[in-house]
């Protein structure tokens, strides 16, 4: 299935033009997309283990759930869409907090620009490990990390099996800083 996104301007604005997926990497256009972080009652952070068969970042350890919000979609409809394909998990809006809203570039690979805005949410759950029904065509494995080791993890450069997010991640643990003290 191919998937259209909208193009967004310099200002996250849409211009009223549509492209495919693989043309907006190419061409490095500015697009939306949405992360999700799942936090559990003991505070620990889901991840995913993106699959094998990914076009960006294969077999990376990654945060709970995300994807890019296709044409005519809104922030919050896309990162329901995104839990509900990625993990299973079906959500009402007010199950959602949003934690940030970020403008970010990468290229993970030559010739795949990621020019992107990104509304990120956070997500409280009392779901298990079994609880969730994980797509594998996205992704390959996922595990439960208290949150405290995962910016340990994450702050050591020995660790490189893991996507960092640096600007996501630190709107996570800044809520969850403000949440224990």
Known sequence: MQEYFDVLDENGQKTGKIKL???VHRDGDWHAAVNVFIVNQQGEVLQQRRSPNKDSYPNMWDLSCGGHVVAGEDYLGSAIRELKEELGVEVKPADLQVIGYFKTSAQPAPGFINNSFEQVYLLRTNKTLEDFKIQTEELSEIRYIDWRKLKQMLENPET????????QYGALFEVLEKQTS
């Open 21 to 23: 997926r693989n043309e």
């Open 160 to 167: 490189r099996d893991m996507l960092r997010h640096h600007k």
